[in-house]
């Protein structure tokens, strides 16, 4: 079902911009993004991530239709309910498609970011590390009205199927999965070349 519909909007979008292939461009957008959000691991482990990152995306881009790779680069804290906070760091990494509203200074866009990592520093003693692995799924809007720069809002909800633990080199299956959705504000330079 969902393979169907990324085919309807993409050939949609493709439809549209047909008109014009003879303009275009590569669009290049790198910016700086800060992210709020929760986490649901099942069995009462909940709680906080926040952090501050970098992002980019590079796309092949028609006057209405963008598509192209979506990357971001994340490093903050992980705060269960109940216990103390842990330094983290996240890299996601996905096929995007978006569109830009003709007439109006917005973009929207969603991404399925394939290979999503999230690491945690576990403090010990002994310290060590838990790399989390699984998919993404983001929704953007970006609001555009002063040029070269995008002011975008971003809801992300990862899934992370499996972890690693670094201290006793395993790797397990997460059952139930851990469930994260973040809030993601960024600002970012949108230019084509």
Not at 113 to 131: A, E, F, R
Request: aromatic share 10%; with cysteine.
């Amino acid at each position: 079902m969902r393979t169907n519909l990324w085919i309807f909007v993409i050939s949609a979008m493709l439809t549209l911009s047909c008109g014009s292939l003879a303009s275009a461009a590569l669009l290049l957008e790198p910016g700086v993004a800060y992210r709020t959000g929760t986490y649901d691991g099942g069995a009462g482990n909940t709680g906080k991530v926040t952090g501050v990152g970098l992002n980019a995306r590079a796309a092949f881009a028609l006057p209405v239709l963008f598509a192209g790779v979506d990357l971001s680069y994340m490093f903050g804290n992980t705060t269960p309910d109940n216990g103390p906070s842990s330094d983290t760091t996240a890299v996601s990494f996905g096929p995007v498609v978006g569109a830009s509203l003709p007439a109006l200074p917005l973009r929207l866009w969603a991404a399925y970011l394939l290979w999503d990592y999230s690491t945690q520093k576990i403090s010990g003693p002994p310290s060590y590390d838990v790399i989390s692995s699984g998919t993404a799924m983001k929704l953007g809007l970006g609001y555009t009205a002063i040029p070269l720069l995008s002011v975008n809002l971003e809801y992300v909800m990862h899934t992370y199927t499996k972890a690693e633990n670094k201290l006793t080199s395993t790797t397990s299956d997460l059952s139930p999965n851990v469930k994260s959705n973040e809030i993601v504000i960024s600002a970012s330079v949108p230019f084509e070349l």
